[in-house]
């Protein structure tokens, strides 16, 4: 099992930024492609960025390519989304998943298995 717990969410007006970290717990964090998604409210849940378990390589959503930046630190177990430039669109919950290697794409939703209790980001105009 793995324990995922996101904190840093929070309100802020569009070009802020926010920086979101992910704590994990349990099994061997270095083991796993970590992945943050989000979901706003009547949407379904949607990739957002993620960082691969062996060499550390980065993918982005088109929509977030620029503005957002995912790392990890596997000495300490975490996984952080550093946000800037917010835009009133990227309001949703914002959720940390841990996927196992060869589990398939790192953008299905259904590839993870496991999840955070989510986040929330909420950008004003």
């Known amino acids: 099992q793995v324990q995922l717990v996101e904190s840093g969410g929070g309100l802020v007006q569009a070009g802020g930024s926010l920086r979101l970290s992910c704590a994990a717990s349990?099994?061997?964090?270095?083991?796993?492609?970590m992945s943050w998604f989000r979901q706003a409210p009547g949407k379904e849940r949607d990739f957002v960025a993620a960082?691969?378990?062996?060499?550390?390589?980065?993918y982005y959503a088109d929509s977030v390519k620029g503005r957002f930046t995912i790392s990890r630190d596997n000495a300490k177990n975490t996984v952080d989304l550093q946000m800037n430039s917010l835009k009133p669109e990227d309001t949703a919950v914002y959720y940390c998943?841990?996927?196992?290697?060869?589990?398939?794409?790192?953008?299905?939703?259904?590839?993870?298995?496991?999840w955070g209790q989510g986040t929330q980001v909420t950008v004003s105009s």
């Open positions: 349990g099994r061997t964090f270095s083991n796993f492609h």
């Open positions: 960082i691969g378990w062996s060499d550390g390589s980065t």
């Open positions: 998943a841990a996927a196992r290697p060869y589990s398939g794409s790192l953008r299905g939703v259904s590839n993870y298995a496991y």
